[in-house]
Every structure is written in structure tokens, then in C-alpha cells.
């Protein structure tokens, strides 16, 4: 079974720092790009960073660029999202979902095929 559980989220005061884990299972990793979506409430869900399957090439939305950073370790099967200097309008669910291919394309939700359940980060002091 197809199957990506995210983990690490939970309640973090302005200015600190989070690692979410996406872990894979079902299919092989290496294989698929996989991204970072977030949703806060009453808005759309938004990509904000995605790597492609080797690792080679990444995205990051520039609300979130020079502090968050996407990584993946294919042998363990798992990808990360390492967030420093957090916000209070990084609050939201996040999700890893997968692509179909090798790469992530335009870093959009709809070209996503597969999706975790998420992980609530909220940023509050």
C-alpha cells in the first residue's frame, strides 16, 4: 500500500525551529519527486518546497525561501523539511504528497498523486 505519514510538527514559539519527516512506504522512493504543501485555515493549499527524486533539484516558495529547507535520504526512505526562524503565519497543516514522475514540475498541489495526513505546526508565543 501506497503511503506517506508525516511527523514533527506541534507548537514552536516565533523565531525557533522544526524538522518535519515524511515517511514512505509502498513503492520506491528514489523514483518519485515528493513536495511540502501547507493549509492554513480558509486558504488554498500551497506548495512550498518540493525535491526531485535524486535530490538534484529543488523549490522552495519564496515565503518560505532562506528558511526552510527539503532534503531526502532514499535509502530510509524519508524526506524532510527542516524549518528555522518560524512565523506566526507559518501556521498550518502540512503535508508530503508524491509526485507522479521525477520531478515535481511546477511545485503544485495538482500535480501531486498520493498525500500524507498531515502535520499541524502553529507558531505562537
Known amino acids: 500500500q501506497v503511503q506517506l505519514v508525516e511527523s514533527g510538527g506541534g507548537l514552536v514559539q516565533p523565531g525557533g525551529s522544526l524538522r518535519l519527516s515524511c515517511a514512505a512506504s509502498g513503492f520506491i522512493l528514489a523514483n518519485y519527486a515528493i513536495g511540502w504543501f501547507r493549509q492554513a485555515p480558509g486558504k488554498e493549499r500551497e506548495g512550498i518546497s518540493c525535491i526531485s527524486s535524486s535530490g538534484g533539484s529543488t523549490y522552495s516558495a519564496d515565503s518560505v525561501k532562506g528558511r526552510f529547507t527539503i532534503s531526502r535520504d532514499n535509502a530510509k526512505k524519508m524526506v524532510y523539511l527542516q524549518m528555522n526562524n518560524l512565523k506566526p503565519e507559518d501556521t498550518a497543516v502540512y503535508y508530503c504528497?508524491?509526485?507522479?514522475?521525477?520531478?515535481?514540475?511546477?511545485?503544485?498541489?495538482?500535480?501531486?498523486?498520493?498525500w500524507g495526513k498531515g502535520t499541524l505546526v502553529t507558531v505562537s508565543s
Open positions: 504528497a508524491k509526485s507522479p514522475t521525477s520531478y515535481y514540475g511546477g511545485c503544485h498541489y495538482s500535480s501531486m498523486s498520493i
